[in-house]
């Protein structure tokens, strides 16, 4: 179970975050500034960080330099600046990689998944997934269904891969919401129920009558283990 630091200073987001990352194996431990997060370091020694670039007390690019003066850990830089500069400042000042907000889950999980493995290059990220008849490979975008393989585009491989990690387990709408569009998303909510329906289409021997995704009403959705 890899440790993580998040730093970072939405309340909203970090919790949203710091679920989803310890509902995926994740030992997570939390600060809401710089210097919280700095103490937080010394006392934790996490394998990797995914630190916010505008937090309070300690801006995040001056943590991850003093980060750097003692420690290689893998540091994911959030950053709401898209700008060329600011991603070439935080790469400069040790960052390992970045993700500009809003972003996906996904997109953090698999950025995650790089780093560590550039790390740990020993360490089993988990590429590979099979649960139900469905085997997912992750670094090849490979889904093969009862043997068939299937085509899937990004966002349906996405919410696949979610479900399958937490196979057995109902997700609420709006964790996967929140994992495969990102906690900034404001759209219509049936994207999701659409995604649904076409995953499905490509999983299920019969679709109008669901026995691998099913629904669990006034909640979510589970992938049948």
């Not at 003093?66 to 893998?74: A, C, G, L």
């Not at 990689?97 to 995650?112: G, H, N, Q, V």
């Amino acid at each position: 179970m890899p440790s993580l630091l998040l730093i970072e200073d939405s309340d909203d987001l970090r919790e949203t975050l710091a679920f989803l990352l310890a509902r995926e194996g994740y030992d997570v431990r939390q600060a809401a500034d710089g210097a919280a997060g700095l103490r937080e370091f010394d006392r934790a020694e996490p394998e990797v960080i995914v630190l916010d670039l505008m937090i309070p007390e300690v801006p995040g690019i001056e943590v991850c330099r003093i980060v750097r003066r003692t420690s290689e850990v893998p540091i994911v830089m959030l950053t709401a600046k898209a700008g060329e500069a600011d991603i070439v400042l935080g790469l400069e000042s040790g960052a390992d990689d970045y993700i500009t907000k809003p972003f996906s889950t996904a997109e953090l999980l698999a950025r995650l998944r790089s780093v560590l493995r550039r790390h740990r290059p020993g360490v089993d990220s988990g590429p590979s997934l099979a649960v139900s008849g469905i085997e997912l490979d992750v670094e090849r975008h490979r889904v093969v269904v009862d043997g068939t393989e299937v085509s899937m585009p990004l966002r349906e491989f996405q919410l696949l891969e979610l479900l399958m990690r937490n196979a057995g387990r109902v997700l609420t709408r709006s964790v996967l919401i929140d994992s495969i569009w990102g906690a900034g998303y404001y759209g219509d909510t049936k994207t999701l129920d659409v995604h649904v329906r076409r995953v499905r289409a490509k999983i299920e021997p019969d679709p109008g009558r669901p026995a691998r995704l099913v629904t669990v009403r006034g909640v979510g959705y589970r992938l049948e283990a």
